[in-house]
């Protein structure tokens, strides 16, 4: 069964204190991961999209990288509007071409 | 330009009411699909369109749910004789073309089923 394991589900962190958020994945053949920024009453926001294993993409302080098993979510020195719910998702071959499949999301709080 | 719109934004019904739900996507978008959210949770598939036709309503739970988009553009899910348990935020995402391009998210409607 296709399934997307994100972690930690929540996460604090000090303004400039880079961490970094995962995404495990478990499909049977990877057509893409996506990642999201969710804010509170707002629909997810796209970030990146990753193909293959090796990738990586970058946007401000915000960096994705794959493998054939997960991808990370890197935060360089966070600020207070980093805050938000990370969602990770896949779509697979297998599958419909529509459906996205989900993690739960990792709720960031970055405090000043 | 314009992004994905959903209204309304919030709707309040009995149980046993019908709701309908209503998106509109990015012009020139010809992929459309539902997702639908509860707290705490990712978003679930719903249903998706590829130009005017129900691509995959897998995600559909039951015969009280179902969707349009009789013109390949603006889509309505329609839900019939609402449960309690069928609150949740519902989300609209339109892309380019299904199974290659990012989806870009609405707002989203938040159903709540008294």
């Known amino acids: 069964e296709d399934q997307v394991t994100q972690s930690p589900e929540a996460l604090r962190l000090q303004e400039g204190e880079s961490s970094s958020l995962n995404c495990s994945y478990t499909v049977s053949g990877l057509r893409g991961l996506f990642w999201y920024r969710q804010d509170p009453g707002k629909g997810p926001e796209f970030l990146f999209t990753l193909y293959s294993a090796g990738e990586e993409k970058e946007k401000e302080r915000l960096k994705a990288t794959l493998t054939k098993k997960e991808s990370f979510l890197h935060i360089t020195a966070p600020k207070p509007e980093d805050s938000a719910t990370y969602l990770c998702a896949v779509l697979n071959y297998g599958g419909s071409q529509g459906n996205l499949i989900f993690g739960k999301g990792t709720k960031l709080s970055v405090k000043p | 330009g314009a992004g994905v719109s959903q209204t309304p934004s919030n709707k309040v019904t009995e149980k046993g009411k019908y709701v309908e739900l209503r998106c509109d996507p990015i012009s020139g978008h010809t992929a459309l699909y539902w997702y639908r959210q509860s707290l705490g949770q990712g978003p679930e598939f719903l249903i998706y369109?590829?130009?005017?036709?129900?691509?995959?309503d897998s995600g559909l739970p039951n015969d009280r749910f179902f969707a349009v988009r009789p013109e390949g553009s603006v889509s309505t899910l329609k839900i019939q004789r609402t449960e309690r348990g069928d609150s949740a935020v519902y989300l609209c995402?339109?892309?380019?073309?299904?199974?290659?391009?990012?989806?870009?998210f609405g707002p989203g409607t938040r159903l709540t089923v008294l």
């Open positions: 369109f590829q130009g005017t036709g129900a691509a995959d």
């Open positions: 995402a339109s892309s380019l073309m299904a199974g290659v391009d990012e989806q870009f």
